[in-house]
T-cell receptor, first 111, second 112 residues
Framework: RKEVEQDPGPFNVPEGATVAFNCTYS??????FFWYRQDCRKEPKLLMS???SGNEDGRFTAQLNRASQYISLLIRDSKLSDSATYLC????????????FGSGTRLQVQP | DGGITQSPKYLFRKEGQNVTLSCEQN?????MYWYRQDPGQGLRLIYY???????QKGDIAEGYSVSREKKESFPLTVTSAQKNPTAFYLC???????????FGPGTRLTVL
């Protein structure tokens, strides 16, 4: 089982749609969670951190479910510019002090 | 402007040659990282460094080497021992291990 698992997609949605991605992680001791966005042939960029109580940033909402060990990202009113790969990232709190990246979920927003 | 720079953006090398990729940051971050990304794949950790003069192997360190002589710099050498070096190489930094990482623009290495 992968440490951080995501559905690779692609998710093809029309403009204005609401879309949600889930991500599961294997280590229950994990403490920090993030969503990054990666455009084609570019570097990943931080989209938002994920807090225990859930958090919202404009059209984006992130949720954490520790009991089931998953995090989610909800995008409302999708824009063409939201087309990208979304990476789920976890601080696994193992002996290695580094983040663990999921393989990403690809989103394609269509006109 | 603060940030992370990587050079060059594109690099072509002949098989059997060693090549060094540059990564510099002026964010005053203690930790730095090197990742490799293959087409359609996720990021795989090559090496990371939490502090100057110290570094640890990641998941795919074989065929790579690093140094951390200065806080700002973390160069990666792709040696001839790396069997399939053609990939997109990303450098990142953070204040500490497990903290939010910020990435450079990457170097695309093609071995001919």
């Amino acid at each position: 089982r992968k440490e951080v698992e995501q559905d690779p997609g692609p998710f093809n949605v029309p403009e204005g749609a609401t879309v949600a991605f889930n991500c599961t992680y294997s280590n229950s001791a994990s403490q920090s969670f993030f969503w990054y966005r990666q455009d084609c042939r570019k570097e990943p960029k931080l989209l938002m951190s994920v807090y225990s109580s859930g958090n919202e940033d404009g059209r984006f909402t992130a949720q954490l479910n520790r009991a089931s060990q998953y995090i989610s990202l909800l995008i409302r009113d999708s824009k063409l510019s939201d087309s990208a790969t979304y990476l789920c990232v976890v601080n696994m709190r193992t002996g290695r002090r580094a983040l663990t990246f999921g393989s990403g979920t690809r989103l394609q927003v269509q006109p | 402007d603060g940030g992370i720079t990587q050079s060059p953006k594109y690099l072509f090398r002949k098989e059997g040659q060693n090549v060094t990729l540059s990564c510099e940051q002026n964010l005053n971050h203690d930790a730095m990282y090197w990742y490799r990304q293959d087409p359609g794949q996720g990021l795989r950790l090559i090496y990371y460094s939490q502090i100057v003069n110290d570094f640890q192997k990641g998941d795919i360190a074989e065929g790579y080497s690093v140094s951390r002589e200065k806080k700002e710099s973390f160069p990666l050498t792709v040696t001839s021992a790396q069997k399939n070096p053609t990939a997109f190489y990303l450098c990142a930094s953070s204040y500490g291990g497990g903290d939010t990482q910020y990435f450079g623009p990457g170097t695309r290495l093609t071995v001919l």
